[in-house]
């Protein structure tokens, strides 16, 4: 069964860069799946942040594309997250998910990992 | 932006049916899924192409999506079912998630 595992600091300083990595267990990355990450500030919802694919194709959320990069480490078997020039407002707790086998409608998020908190303080 | 709501809580009693709702502009027009987050765990899919449950889903689960609405039920409610479900559909490019029903079995 899959199972993918996010890592990374849990504190980030204001106007730095929030640097997450999921390893995947159980499956590869080079599968014919989309690659996602997902935040949930304190208390509040869930909010989409982009998808990389196994050929290294991005799509992200406009509210994050000047200040995010999603990439991919075949060899490694996980994928990445940089966001740049973070503030308070990008505390919350970050899950990798695996999408399905098409970007758009018909893709859905399974399995998640556990999910990383990182706080954005000095 | 495309906005889904969902009424923020829900409550029922050990053994009758929960009906969660999710509203959105066209809905009917677009696949929907639901994921079961209960407290301090990760979100879990429960229903995908908006009626479909993925293996080890209880049969009690179960969601119709028509107009402008998609309808998650959970049939002969248990503790266990007590969470806070999110229901998601993808527009303009956007994976977009619902506010969330919180769950209360009483």
């Known amino acids: 069964q899959m199972q993918l595992q996010e890592s990374g600091p849990g504190l980030v300083v204001p106007s730095g860069t929030l640097s997450l990595k999921c390893a995947v267990s159980g499956g590869s990355v080079n599968s014919v799946n989309w690659w996602n990450w997902v935040r949930q500030s304190p208390g509040k919802g869930l909010e989409w942040i982009g998808e990389?694919?196994?050929?290294?194709?991005?799509n992200y959320n406009p509210s994050f594309e000047s200040r995010v990069t999603i990439s991919i480490d075949k060899l490694k078997n996980r994928f990445s997250l940089k966001l740049r020039s973070v503030t308070a407002a990008d505390t919350a707790v970050y899950y990798c998910?695996?999408?399905?086998?098409?970007?758009?409608?018909?893709?859905?998020?399974?399995?998640w990992g556990q999910g990383v908190l990182v706080t954005v303080s000095s | 932006s495309y906005e889904l709501t969902q009424p923020p809580s829900v409550s029922v009693s050990p053994g009758e049916t929960a009906t969660i709702s999710c509203s959105g502009d066209?809905?009917?027009?677009?696949?929907v899924s639901w994921y079961q987050q209960r407290p301090g765990q990760s979100p879990v899919l429960v229903i995908f192409?908006?009626?479909k449950r993925p293996s080890g889903i209880p049969e009690r689960f179960s969601a119709s999506n028509s107009g402008n609405t998609a309808t998650l039920t959970i049939s002969e409610t248990q503790a266990v079912d007590e969470a806070v479900y999110y229901c998601?559909?993808?527009?303009?490019?956007?994976?977009?998630f619902g506010s969330g029903t919180k769950v209360t079995v009483l």
């Open positions: 066209n809905l009917g027009n677009k696949f």
């Open positions: 998601q559909a993808w527009d303009s490019n956007i994976y977009v």
């Open positions: 990389i694919y196994e050929s290294g194709t991005t």
């Open positions: 192409q908006s009626t």
């Open positions: 998910a695996r999408g399905g086998l098409w970007s758009g409608s018909n893709n859905w998020f399974d399995p």
